[in-house]
């Protein structure tokens, strides 16, 4: 399928849209209340730094919502007004966060239901409008939406349409993207449909076998077997790794996505000679601002002296992870939690260890006087950060009471 083709031509589609519709003003006051907070105005305004009691809380200086997800959130508000009795749908959850899924289902847009690992669309009529997610949509389900002739609202983030920019130039030059990412995220799911040929790495640890096997060859069924899931239809291990070009999901850790393009470069260069490298691996910087600060952010913040930290986003928001990664990396004792109800009663938290299921921790918050360090991902409203600290506040206290 020629993608460009027929991203241009929706593009030129009057039912398609991708910016908002000029209701910012009527839909100003509702983010405002719904997810901004003085607290953290104040907070801000005092250093990322409040004492309150025996409890200080030191804010990352970059956290929560970046601008993609604002104008994302935004642009979803707007269609409500801009189609006030038209049934609206949305792909997928918006952003990885629970309390702004919730406004937009109060406000009658609905989700499209996931059944056997499949979503349902056939729940969605011609006239219909349905919205992209910030993370974006593969190109066969806009294809598909177009063909039934639905508005499409697209609010995917302009960071990861460059990413899928990126692709296009990979396919250009018949190389294999090679994704940085995780290959059943949504994100990396659109952006390798995009791809010709695409190999989904996740971690440098699988970028080293794949580097290992370019230089050395080995195992082709092992390959296969170990990216059964993360690799295009009929991809060959000997074959299509001749070229490639770098790409990842926005939200990885931005030290290891860069390790992952060097390691590939070195590897091209040893395998074909550096005179010879720009006809094997390309590159360009897809990495993005708001997942860099935020993650830079929290490298400083892990430098003070901590007793503990709260990162909170949801549990399926990859940048939140990698947040807490940082954490847990420097020994700090780290919650994540997805909003402030799971700071519960009894000096107990129920939260998600990396890499394991909701449990609940007992005597979370240390006796005596704390450092609490906060930050959150880039899909979580300071509203929600706010009620997280007047909850770590209200618990301190009446432990002490
Ligand atoms: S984290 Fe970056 S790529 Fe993702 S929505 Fe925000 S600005 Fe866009």
């Not at 792909?91 to 996931?114: C, G, K, W, Y």
């Not at 997942?291 to 830079?296: A, F, G, I, L, S």
Request: hydrophobic share 35%; charged share 25%.
């Amino acid at each position: 399928m020629d993608t460009k083709a027929f991203k241009r031509s929706l593009q030129q589609s009057e039912n398609y849209h991708r910016k908002g519709f000029g209701h910012e003003a009527e839909v100003a006051g509702v983010m405002q209340t719904a997810y901004q907070s003085s607290l953290i105005q104040q907070i801000r305004d005092n250093n990322y730094r409040l004492t309150r009691g025996p409890v200080t809380i030191r804010l990352a200086e970059a956290f929560g919502f970046c601008w993609g997800v604002e104008r994302a959130v935004a642009i979803a508000y707007e269609t409500r007004q801009h189609f006030p009795t038209e049934r609206i749908w949305i792909t997928n959850e918006i952003i990885h966060n629970p309390s702004v899924n919730q406004h937009l289902r109060d406000m009658e847009v609905n989700f499209i239901a996931v059944e056997k690992g499949q979503k349902n669309f056939s729940v969605v009529d011609a006239g219909d409008v349905v919205i992209l997610p910030a993370f974006g949509a593969s190109v066969q389900e806009m294809q598909l939406l177009n063909d039934k002739g639905c508005k499409i609202v697209d609010t995917t983030c302009p960071w990861v349409s460059k990413v899928w920019n990126s692709v296009e130039k990979h396919k250009k030059k018949d190389c294999t993207s090679i994704i940085h990412g995780k290959y059943n995220h949504e994100e990396t799911v659109a952006t390798s449909s995009f791809a010709n040929k695409y190999l989904v790495v996740l971690n440098l640890q699988e970028a080293e076998y794949v580097s290992n096997y370019i230089i050395n060859g080995g195992d082709r069924a092992e390959f296969l077997a170990k990216f059964s899931k993360a690799c295009s239809a009929g991809f060959d291990p000997d074959k299509d790794l001749e070229r490639v070009g770098i790409a990842n999901q926005t939200t990885m850790l931005k030290s290891e996505t860069e390790q992952i393009g060097k390691l590939f470069e070195r590897t091209m260069m040893r395998k074909f000679g550096p005179d010879k490298l720009n006809e094997h691996f390309l590159s360009f910087n897809t990495i993005c601002d708001a997942t860099q600060e935020r993650q830079d952010a929290m490298l400083n913040l892990v430098e003070e002296e901590l007793d503990l930290m709260v990162v909170i986003g949801g549990f399926n928001s990859s940048n939140t992870t990698h947040l807490q990664e940082i954490s847990i990396e420097r020994k700090i004792p780290s919650y994540h939690i997805d909003c402030a109800e799971r700071i519960l009663s009894g000096n107990r938290i129920e939260h998600k260890p990396l890499g394991s299921d909701l449990t609940i921790a007992q005597n979370w918050l240390p006796e005596g006087e704390i450092v609490v360090g906060v930050t959150s991902g880039a899909s979580t409203p300071d509203k929600v950060v706010e009620d997280t600290i007047e909850r770590i506040f209200e618990m301190k206290a009446l432990a002490i009471a």
